[in-house]
């Protein structure tokens, strides 16, 4: 339940994040802006995926799987992204696509986003659809990544003796770190696909490492 999932969670709009807040009863869960599609808010995927069970796994995980054929690699950044350089052995589906929309909002959004050079985007109702076509079966394995990644961590670790087995809550990280490649997962998950992973770091920790890229 979307609703449950996002109770306790509120907009703090001075340092910009979502916190944690028992006395909120968050009743939007799907925001619907005056320019681009509506959409549902962080909190509620991530408790989605924190229930369903996501595993993030890590970069050499993923290129052992890729060698050994075992797994579809999904890279959900735009085209021109893709091509700059990708992980070897990827597909491209963009999870966004540049706006379509010829409304007010939309024509302001765009000349807003051209005067701060920001690509004004929208996500794609067709994502999961085009990764079915791309895949195949939605119950092969499916492994997703983005630019930065996210991450669906909420505590530091630390090397103080009181914190070295649990570590402690970061306020900063009440609901993890949102990306487009964790939002991905749960369009994936809720479309029906019953294999789907998340690439810890993204193609930059992937390209820090020194791994296989294409471009």
Same mark, same amino acid.
């Given at each position: 339940?979307?609703?449950?999932?996002?109770?306790?969670?509120?907009?703090?709009?001075?340092?910009?994040?979502?916190?944690?807040?028992?006395?909120?009863?968050?009743?939007?869960?799907?925001?619907?802006?005056?320019?681009?599609?509506?959409?549902?808010?962080?909190?509620?995927?991530?408790?989605?995926?924190?229930?369903?069970?996501?595993?993030?796994?890590?970069?050499?995980?993923?290129?052992?799987?890729?060698?050994?054929?075992?797994?579809?690699?999904?890279?959900?950044?735009?085209?021109?992204?893709?091509?700059?350089?990708?992980?070897?052995?990827?597909?491209?589906?963009?999870?966004?696509?540049?706006?379509?929309?010829?409304?007010?909002?939309?024509?302001?959004?765009?000349?807003?986003?051209?005067?701060? /050079?920001?690509?004004?985007? =929208?996500?794609?109702?067709?994502?999961?659809?085009? @990764? +079915?076509?791309?895949? $195949?079966?939605? &119950?092969?394995?499916?492994?997703?990544?983005?630019?930065?990644?996210?991450?669906?961590?909420?505590?530091?670790?630390?090397?103080?003796?009181?914190?070295?087995?649990?570590?402690?809550?970061?306020?900063?990280?009440?609901?993890?770190?949102?990306?487009?490649? /964790?939002?991905?997962?749960? =369009?994936?998950?809720?479309?029906?696909?019953?294999? @789907? +992973?998340?690439?810890? $770091?993204?193609? &930059?920790?992937?390209?820090?490492?020194?791994?296989?890229?294409?471009?």
């Amino acid at each position: 339940n979307l609703l449950e999932a996002a109770s306790g969670s509120r907009w703090d709009p001075t340092f910009q994040r979502w916190v944690r807040d028992d006395r909120t009863e968050y009743a939007d869960i799907i925001i619907t802006p005056k320019a681009g599609s509506p959409y549902i808010i962080w909190p509620a995927i991530f408790q989605v995926l924190k229930q369903k069970g996501l595993e993030s796994i890590p970069t050499q995980e993923v290129e052992e799987l890729l060698r050994s054929k075992k797994a579809t690699v999904v890279d959900v950044r735009m085209k021109d992204q893709y091509e700059n350089g990708h992980v070897d052995g990827a597909i491209n589906v963009p999870m966004f696509r540049d706006s379509t929309g010829s409304g007010v909002w939309d024509n302001i959004k765009r000349v807003v986003n051209a005067a701060l /050079l920001i690509r004004s985007t =929208e996500r794609d109702p067709e994502f999961s659809n085009k @990764v +079915k076509e791309a895949v $195949g079966n939605p &119950s092969s394995p499916v492994i997703l990544y983005c630019g930065m990644g996210g991450s669906m961590e909420t505590k530091i670790q630390s090397n103080k003796e009181m914190y070295k087995k649990d570590g402690f809550d970061d306020v900063d990280k009440s609901f993890g770190r949102e990306s487009r490649s /964790l939002k991905a997962c749960f =369009e994936l998950l809720n479309a029906g696909f019953t294999d @789907v +992973k998340h690439m810890k $770091g993204g193609f &930059s920790t992937w390209k820090y490492e020194k791994r296989p890229v294409v471009s």
